[in-house]
């Protein structure tokens, strides 16, 4: 991932954006990444190294399971939605981000018809509860401060089938912060690519039953 400033002032600035309201920030958001996007690929997602690299490292640990419907929230121009698609063709697979100028480029190049893109906010999105796996990579630490991303977490958690898994690629060692806030799943995946560029992380977690779907017997 290209860096455009020093990590600690990019951590920063979006710890500053999440002082807004949710609502807030989500504005800022979105007008912040459609500016972002004002040129093809602003991080070089389909040709830098490492990225290839981190994509094909993401897939080859993402346990073989035959996924019916997939979510990629935060997908940008869908570089790793669009491989997501190719190698699990069975799969509905739906590309999330809050920009739409992203999106538009994502939806451009050609793609299976069961690949579809939607504009939306992780915090206030409001999708299907039935994906077998939720993708995000590379965004949680937009979210800022620790009350945000605690409701981001519960959406991505939220969004996952009961026995589904929710992966998460993240730079390494801030991924154990960006994780704090996963609960009530069970680490299936955890592995940390030292690599000299950047480390990051590849994690999974598996989705329980909801106490809203367990019957609950009573005796005799
Ligand atoms: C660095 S890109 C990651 C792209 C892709 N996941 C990957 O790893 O190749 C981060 C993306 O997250 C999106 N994003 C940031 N905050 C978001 C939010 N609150 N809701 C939805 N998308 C968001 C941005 O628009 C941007 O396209």
Same mark, same amino acid.
């Given at each position: ?7 600690? %002032?990019?951590?920063? $600035?979006?710890?500053? *954006? ?8 989500? *504005? ?15 991080? +070089?997602?389909? +040709?830098? &190294? ?22 990629? *929230? =935060? ?8 491989? $997501?698609?190719?190698?699990? !063709? ?32 992780? $915090? +206030?999105?409001? =999708? +299907?509860?039935?994906?077998? %796996?939720?993708?995000? @990579?590379?965004? %949680? ?10 409701? @981001?977490?519960?959406?991505?958690? &939220?969004?996952?089938?009961?026995? =589904?898994? $929710? ?5 390494? !060692? ?9 609960? =009530?799943?069970?680490?299936? %995946? ?11 992380? *590849?994690? @999974? ?7 809203? &779907? ?7």
């Amino acid at each position: 991932m290209g860096k455009p400033m020093p990590e600690i %002032l990019h951590r920063a $600035l979006f710890k500053g *954006v999440s002082l807004l309201p949710a609502r807030g920030q989500a *504005v800022v958001l979105r007008r912040y990444f459609d500016w972002w996007h004002r040129s093809p690929d602003p991080w +070089s997602l389909g +040709s830098d &190294d490492y990225e290839q690299h981190k994509y094909a490292t993401t897939l080859r640990l993402l346990p073989a399971r035959a996924y019916r419907s997939i979510l990629d *929230v =935060g997908c940008s121009e869908g570089v790793f939605t669009h491989l $997501l698609a190719a190698e699990h !063709p069975e799969a509905r697979v739906t590309g999330v981000d809050v920009s739409e100028r992203a999106l538009n480029r994502a939806r451009s190049r050609p793609g299976p018809p069961s690949l579809r893109f939607t504009r939306a906010d992780l $915090l +206030s999105f409001e =999708g +299907s509860r039935a994906h077998d %796996l939720v993708v995000c @990579a590379e965004t %949680l630490y937009y979210l800022g401060r620790h009350d945000r991303l605690r409701l @981001a977490s519960a959406r991505l958690i &939220d969004l996952v089938h009961p026995g =589904g898994l $929710l992966l998460l690629v993240h730079p390494w !060692p801030e991924a154990r912060e960006l994780y704090a806030h996963i609960s =009530g799943m069970r680490q299936v %995946l955890h592995h940390v690519e030292h690599d000299p560029r950047r480390p990051f992380a *590849v994690t @999974a977690f598996e989705a329980g039953p909801r106490m809203s &779907d367990v019957n609950v017997s009573r005796p005799g």
